[in-house]
């Protein structure tokens, strides 16, 4: 069965962290997962691990879009400072669907998904 390496998740709400850990467990399509409840620890734990021999680049990540500090677009931005965007495939997950975001959406070259929170584990197949 095709599965994901590794799958990293930026999202400020614990219990949507933790529905999402489920779904990918239970689902059996993820080998590893990294959660960050913060945006600035995703960029630091990136800026610090990603220049270190053995680092594994994400298979997928998935961003919410209302964080304190960056929103989802701008954690993209910052992570293109750090990590190549054309290895970066991005997810975004919102608990609206504003269409003016989806719109933006398409600005940038690494979301390659926008949906609508909670992932479920059509979504996740989706993006094998």
């Known amino acids: 069965m095709k599965q994901f390496s590794l799958l990293v998740f930026i999202d400020?709400?614990?219990?949507?962290?933790?529905?999402?850990?489920?779904?990918?467990?239970?689902?059996?399509?993820?080998?590893?997962?990294?959660?960050?409840?913060?945006?600035?620890?995703?960029?630091?734990?990136?800026?610090?691990?990603?220049?270190?021999?053995?680092?594994?680049?994400?298979?997928?990540?998935?961003?919410?879009?209302?964080?304190?500090?960056?929103?989802?677009?701008?954690?993209?931005?910052?992570l293109a400072d750090i990590l190549p965007v054309s290895q970066t495939r991005a997810v975004m997950l919102t608990t609206s669907d504003i269409p003016g975001d989806r719109v933006k959406a398409r600005d940038y070259p690494q979301i390659v998904g926008f949906s609508v929170k909670p992932l479920s584990e059509e979504m996740l197949r989706s993006f094998l």
């Open 12 to 78: 400020d709400d614990y219990p949507t962290n933790r529905y999402h850990e489920i779904i990918c467990q239970e689902s059996g399509l993820c080998k590893d997962l990294k959660f960050f409840d913060m945006p600035d620890d995703a960029l630091d734990y990136f800026q610090r691990e990603s220049t270190k021999p053995g680092f594994r680049m994400p298979d997928l990540f998935f961003v919410d879009m209302n964080m304190p500090r960056y929103n989802g677009f701008q954690l993209l931005e910052k």
